[in-house]
C-alpha cells in the first residue's frame, strides 16, 4: 500500500491536496484522529485498497500529539508512506480567511484571527519535520496542484529528490527552503527594458546572463558546494532536500541558476525544478 498523509495549517490548501490525490485515484479520508490511522489503514488494506490519503490536522484536537509516533507505527506496517505539510505566511493566511470568510478551527470567542493562526502554528510545530513541507503562500491553485502531482510520482525508494527552486526577495523566503542561496549580487537583466518582461527561462536573459563572468562562478561554486555536501544529505536518509536560489524578484536571474543547477545534477539524483514567481 502506498500511504500519503496531509497536515498543515488551515488555509494552506490541504483541500486542494485531498482532491489531487483522489483525483489520481486514491481513497482519501479528510479529518482523522492520529491514533484511529493504523485500524485505517489495516481495513483498507484487507478491502484490496493500494493507495490511501489522509489528511490529519489541528482538527483532531490532541490526538494530533500522537501523530509523530503513529507515523513510526505506520512505517511499519506499509512500504510507502510518505507525509506532505502545507504551509504559509501569516499575511498570506489571513487573506484567504478573509476572502472565504470561513472560521478558522482554532477562532474561539475572544480570539483574534492571527492569535489563532500562531497557535495552530505552535500546535504544528513539530508536526512538520515528519516529511516533505510546501510553502503555498505565492503559489497559484493550479501551481499547487502540478507540485504535488511531481510528488506523488516521485518514489522515495530511489533515493534522495533534489527540489531546486527560484524564488523572489521581495516576497519573502520560502517557508520550505532547506538551502538558500542570494544570487542579488549578480548583474540584474530587470534593468535593460528589452529583458525586463522576460524571464530567466528566454535566451535573450540567458545570453546576458552567460555574458558575465560571475554569474558563471556563482554557478559553479553553488554547484560545486551541492557536489561535495549532497552525499551527507543522502547518507541522511532524506527524502527531499529543497535547494532556494533567490533574486530580487524571483524572474531573471534566480530562474537561470535554478534551470542551469537542475540540470546538472539531473543524472546523480532525482531534480525537480520549481519557479515560485513565474505563471507557469
Not at 505566511?89 to 482554532?106: G, K
Not at 527561462?201 to 563572468?213: A, G, K, T
Amino acid at each position: 500500500m502506498q500511504l500519503i498523509l496531509i497536515s498543515g495549517l488551515s488555509g494552506s490548501g490541504k483541500s486542494i491536496a485531498l482532491a489531487v490525490l483522489e483525483d489520481a485515484g486514491y481513497y482519501c479520508v479528510d479529518n482523522l484522529p492520529a491514533p484511529l490511522l493504523p485500524h485505517l489503514v489495516n481495513e483498507l488494506a484487507a478491502a484490496g485498497y493500494s493507495r490511501v490519503g489522509v489528511a490529519v490536522d489541528v482538527r483532531g484536537g490532541s490526538s494530533l500529539q500522537a501523530l509523530p509516533q503513529t507515523v513510526k507505527t505506520l512505517k511499519g506496517m506499509v512500504d510507502d508512506v510518505r507525509f506532505i505539510f502545507l504551509e504559509a505566511r501569516n499575511t498570506t493566511l489571513i487573506a484567504r480567511f478573509s476572502e472565504t470568510r470561513r472560521r478558522h478551527p482554532l477562532a474561539d470567542d475572544g480570539v483574534t484571527l492571527l492569535e489563532a493562526i500562531e497557535r495552530e502554528r505552535d500546535a504544528l510545530e513539530d508536526i512538520g519535520e515528519l516529511g516533505q513541507r510546501i510553502d503555498t503562500s505565492d503559489l497559484h491553485p493550479n501551481t499547487l496542484r502540478g507540485w504535488l502531482k511531481d510528488l506523488i510520482q516521485a518514489n522515495p525508494a530511489q533515493g534522495l529528490t533534489l527540489l531546486v527552486e527560484s524564488f523572489g526577495f521581495k516576497h519573502g523566503i520560502p517557508l520550505d527552503a532547506d538551502l538558500v542561496f542570494d544570487v542579488r549580487c549578480l548583474p540584474n537583466p530587470f534593468y535593460d527594458p528589452a529583458l525586463r518582461p522576460l524571464t530567466g527561462r528566454d535566451r535573450p536573459v540567458i545570453d546576458f546572463l552567460c555574458s558575465h563572468e560571475e554569474v558563471g562562478r556563482m554557478i559553479e561554486d553553488i554547484g560545486n558546494w551541492l557536489e561535495r555536501w549532497l552525499p551527507a544529505y543522502m547518507r541522511d536518509s532524506r527524502a527531499y532536500l529543497t535547494l532556494a536560489i533567490g533574486c530580487t524578484g524571483g524572474q531573471h536571474r534566480s530562474v537561470y541558476i535554478a534551470e542551469t543547477i537542475a540540470e546538472r545534477f539531473k543524472d546523480q539524483v532525482r531534480v525537480l525544478v520549481r519557479h515560485r514567481t513565474l505563471k507557469t
